[in-house]
Structure formats: structure tokens, C-alpha cells
């Protein structure tokens, strides 16, 4: 039986406080969330409302897979001082189910929560 891939797409409303990216010699060092104020999103009658604010999606993919998850966070910020502001992600299915039934959503860079949380 042949598996599909599902496509995700997260927006990325809110952003980490960006961080001049280097290129490391080691996996970056993480730190821990931010807590801010939730924000709304919509769609209008011709466009996106971001806080009730027109906004135009400018999009990326990452393959969190193939992505050491030390490393996504530095990625993302990467994305964001390209001016990206939303993030497409694509999810390997058979690699998040090695064998039919068996599922791995939470160790390494399978733990797509914690992608989802830092994006």
C-alpha cells in the first residue's frame, strides 16, 4: 500500500526576536519561547487580515526531516531575514511510520510539535 505525503502549512504571525544568522560551527543555542499576545488571522473579502491588517503570505519550504532539530530555529530566522512570513512544511509520512502502525511523532527531528511551536 502506497503512503502519501501530507503538506502542512504553518504561518508564521509571530516571530522569535531575530538573531543575526551565522553560520554555526555548532548547532545554535536555543532559547526558550517568548510569551506574547495572541493574534488573529482571516481571510478577507480580497486578501489575508493578519490583526485586522492586509497581509501577503511570502512563503518558504522546510523539510523538518531533513533538518537536524537543533537547527530549525536557526532556519526559520534564516527564513524570516529573507523576508519570508510563512512557512511551508512537508511531512515525510513513511518516516514518521517506519512500519505500518508504528508511529514516531516525538524524538529527534520527528518531533513535530516542537517544530510547529518553534515556527
Known amino acids: ?3 502519501l505525503s501530507v503538506v502542512m502549512v504553518v504561518m508564521c504571525a509571530t516571530w522569535l526576536s531575530a538573531q543575526t544568522p551565522t553560520a554555526p560551527s555548532k548547532p545554535p543555542q536555543v532559547n526558550p519561547p ?5 493574534h488573529t488571522f482571516a ?3 480580497d486578501d489575508f487580515l493578519l490583526d485586522g491588517k492586509p497581509m501577503q503570505m511570502m ?11 537543533e537547527y530549525w530555529r536557526h532556519r526559520i530566522q ?12 512537508y511531512i515525510f509520512w513513511n518516516y514518521h511510520e517506519p512500519t505500518e502502525g ?9 518531533d513535530l510539535a516542537k517544530f510547529f511551536k518553534i515556527a
Open 1 to 3: 500500500m502506497q503512503r
Open 43 to 45: 481571510l478577507g473579502t
Open 102 to 110: 508504528a508511529f514516531d511523532f516525538t524524538t529527534g527531528n520527528r
Open 59 to 69: 512563503s518558504c519550504e522546510m523539510h523538518p526531516a531533513r533538518i537536524p532539530a
Open 34 to 38: 517568548v510569551a506574547k499576545a495572541a
Open 78 to 89: 534564516m527564513a524570516k531575514a529573507m523576508g519570508c512570513n510563512t512557512v511551508a512544511a
